[in-house]
């Protein structure tokens, strides 16, 4: 494969996001289920909460984009609902997993072409609107950690 801007540009965004996922991680890990339910703000999501729209949020697009292929992430779809009963640090973090497994699966395999098709075109929407919908949770999240005297998502 010839090394161009764009595969560089490519691969260094992928690893940000590999280092992204991973401080994502580190964040809620140690969170216990009181930690989770505090409510910084009032009448705003709790840090669990928050957490799990994450989940939901990249479960929901993969599965938008993929449909059958990602069958698996069915369950984090539920997240969101009304009545849903919180979770655990671990099953976040096992949901972050999960729906990582498929981002690197299905969206991060590189093209050695430098043009696009409709397909690759396609992936780049989705990692674009997983993306869009990670970050700011992501940053509302590592402010209300903060705001509780724990660390933020430190990358």
């Known amino acids: 494969m010839?090394?161009?801007?764009?595969?560089v540009a490519e691969s260094r965004a992928f690893d940000s996001?590999?280092?992204?996922?991973?401080?994502?991680?580190?964040?809620?890990?140690?969170?216990?289920?009181?930690q989770l339910?505090?409510?910084?703000l009032t009448a705003r999501r709790t840090l669990g909460e928050i957490a799990e729209h994450i989940v939901f949020g990249r479960a929901l697009h993969l599965s938008r984009i993929l449909g059958p292929e990602v069958a698996e992430l069915a369950p984090y779809q539920r997240w969101?609902?009304?009545?849903?009963?919180?979770?655990?640090?671990?099953?976040?973090?096992?949901?972050?997993?999960?729906t990582w497994r498929i981002i690197e699966h299905c969206l991060m395999r590189g093209s050695?072409?430098?043009?696009?098709?409709?397909?690759?075109?396609?992936?780049?929407?989705?990692?674009?609107?997983l993306?869009?919908?990670?970050l700011p949770h992501a940053g509302q999240l590592s402010l209300l950690?903060?705001?509780i005297g724990m660390p933020g998502v430190e990358l």
Do not use: C, F, N
């Open 80 to 98: 969101d609902d009304d009545g849903d009963p919180p979770r655990t640090a671990a099953e976040i973090v096992q949901g972050l997993e999960a």
């Open 17 to 34: 996001w590999q280092d992204y996922q991973e401080a994502l991680k580190r964040a809620v890990a140690p969170l216990t289920d009181k």
């Open 131 to 134: 993306l869009d919908h990670d």
């Open 2 to 7: 010839m090394l161009t801007r764009s595969t």
């Open 145 to 147: 950690l903060r705001a």
């Open 37 to 40: 339910g505090q409510r910084p």
């Open 112 to 129: 050695s072409s430098d043009t696009l098709d409709d397909e690759q075109a396609e992936v780049l929407r989705t990692i674009w609107g």
